[in-house]
């Protein structure tokens, strides 16, 4: 995985100036630009598209400094007018071309990455492989701002919201594994961008025959493997730790890829004020 994204990088700097067609790069690598992008976005800890666009402005602002007319940098850093290259420099720079030009700077400069592996892995990791064929998750979903860490209040209180005897309800519809009552997260961006959308599921999973209960909202689960990750401690700082070394540990180690699908939290058991809790991360997966 380390080699892939240093190609990955390096084909990010050969088109600088130009789209860098992904899908077709993921595929020479062996790999999926679902995979490429979520790993990127873990260990980078920021999106593959706002690298781009930061390295695209770091190149960019020698070339205003050095007094090359305005359409050809917008041009050469992708963009097809000055007022939008204008707009995305004084994003990243935090000051227009003009204002760099006469002054030399601020300059907000993005050095080109380099992954490098080393040596972790000290606490090992409960983790399990399973199979599962064709499976619906049934419950009651909304749209809710990611947050990498902390808890997210969307979630909060979208769970907050429902009566105690729907909760009561949805524990009796399960019917298959992942048991128990879930936090479903589907939709995500593929950059998994702080404070993009997603969808949240708070329900339950059932066979894929089963009909959807009235009231409820539903996910069409397809057949395929799960990575199953076990952690116990503190909530949910001990399962945001674990999400993490998925990305820095484990999928690195390990024949395996993520593909797209829901990721799935159960709660298997947990504390009355839920400071603490032993859980269950299922990720879809597919042999790399």
Known sequence: MIAELNRLVDEIEAHLS??????ALARRLGSTEYHLRRMFSSLADMP?????RRRRMTVAAADVIGGDRLLDVAVRAGYGSTEAFGRAFR????????????DGGPLRT????RFRLTVEGNTSMDTRITDRPVFRLVGHA????LIHEGPNPHIQAHIASLPSEEHARLTALSGTEPAGLLQVSADVDPDYTEGSELTYLHGVAVDGATATPDGLDAIDVPAGAWAVFRTSGPYPAALQSTWAATATEWFPSNPWRLRPGPSIVAVLDRADDFSTATTELWLPVERA
């Open 18 to 23: 130009d789209d860098l067609d992904l899908g």
């Open 48 to 52: 593959l598209s706002e690298y781009v």
């Open 91 to 102: 994003a990243v720079h935090g000051a227009t071309p003009a204002e760099v030009r006469r």
């Open 110 to 113: 993005q050095p080109q990455l």
């Open 142 to 145: 909304a749209r809710v701002p």
